[in-house]
């Protein structure tokens, strides 16, 4: 988490912010929504990865996923 934290305060500027809301918005409301997939399991979005690559550095995704994650 630390690591994340230096990210944002090096990396997060004006462009950027509105991609962190909007991913972590996103991402909360879509992760609870479970896709059956087959004998009995179901899968759900990976939202990990989609923020690694839009923002490029998966310290972004672990700075919007904690939160994400403590909420639900």
């Known amino acids: 988490m630390y690591l994340s934290l230096r990210w944002a305060k ?3 500027n004006e462009e950027k912010l509105p991609w962190v ?6 991402i909360f ?6 896709l059956p997939v087959s004998m009995g399991t179901s899968g759900h979005l990976v ?26």
């Open 10 to 12: 090096n990396e997060l």
């Open 21 to 26: 809301a909007v991913l972590a918005a996103g």
């Open 47 to 72: 939202g990990g990865a989609l923020v690694t690559i839009i923002l490029g550095s998966p310290l972004a995704a672990v700075f919007i996923l904690t939160p994400v994650l403590l909420r639900a």
């Open 29 to 34: 409301a879509l992760q609870s929504f479970n």
